[in-house]
């Protein structure tokens, strides 16, 4: 039987984003040092694992393919944050799927108008592939518009880390983006989707019991 997963986006989901002095734009982390794990995401992700889901990664990471960083620190960044993760909550992605890609690259080699690129599906259909998920019953977790298209793309449900305001209400409602919550943390994420596993069984000892004390 195909698994379920949570597909999570990694920069202002998993860890937190940084400031940008000199372009005043807050913007995805490029180097080990910038390493900040947003409070509660290990544990969370931990608890999904052990709640029957397979973690996987998604996440575009055009930083190497516009000469914001270079290969290795890009590399040596991801791997501090795998082992945060681990040295934390004991959690490890059964996945780790990156879009490199930008369609204005000025690293040719990852120039291009790829399928992998979010709001595009690619990234999760192909992790879908090579584990053999249950699309269906999987969820997309993530900080941007671009995330949930994704999500809502491939065919999975999708909960977005944010503040509920007017402006993203109007922009998923503009775009017909539905989503099973908007949320702080993924700690909260990991609340919805397992009230979603769970509901059944949990609606039926509630029946169970009422019945009992009346
Ligand atoms: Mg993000
Ligand atoms: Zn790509």
Redesign the pocket.
């Given at each position: 039987m195909a698994d379920k997963a949570v597909f999570v986006?990694?920069?202002?989901?998993i860890v937190g984003l940084v400031y940008d002095k000199e372009t005043g734009y807050v913007d995805?982390i490029t180097r080990p040092e910038q390493v900040k794990l947003l409070p509660g995401a290990s544990e969370a992700l931990k608890r999904l694992k052990d709640s029957g889901y397979k973690l996987i990664l998604v996440s575009n990471k055009p930083e190497i393919a516009k000469g914001r960083v270079d290969e290795e620190t890009f590399w040596e960044t991801q791997r501090v944050i795998e082992d945060r993760l681990r040295n934390s909550s004991g959690v490890e992605f059964d996945g780790i799927y990156f879009c490199l890609h930008h369609p204005q690259a000025i690293v040719e080699k990852y120039r291009a108008d790829c399928e992998c690129r979010k709001p595009k599906p690619g990234l999760i259909l192909k992790a879908a592939k090579e584990h053999d998920l249950d699309i269906k019953n999987s969820y997309l977790v993530?900080?941007?518009i671009l995330?949930i298209k994704a999500g809502r793309a491939a065919g999975c449900k999708a909960i977005m880390l944010g503040h509920a305001n007017s402006t993203i209400l109007q922009i998923l409602d503009d775009e017909g983006l539905k989503v099973e919550g908007i949320v702080g943390s993924l700690n909260d994420a990991l609340r919805i989707i397992l009230s979603d596993s769970h509901g059944s069984e949990e609606r039926y000892k509630r029946k169970g019991l009422s019945n009992g004390t009346k």
């Open positions: 986006d990694r920069d202002g989901t995805s993530g900080d941007d995330d």
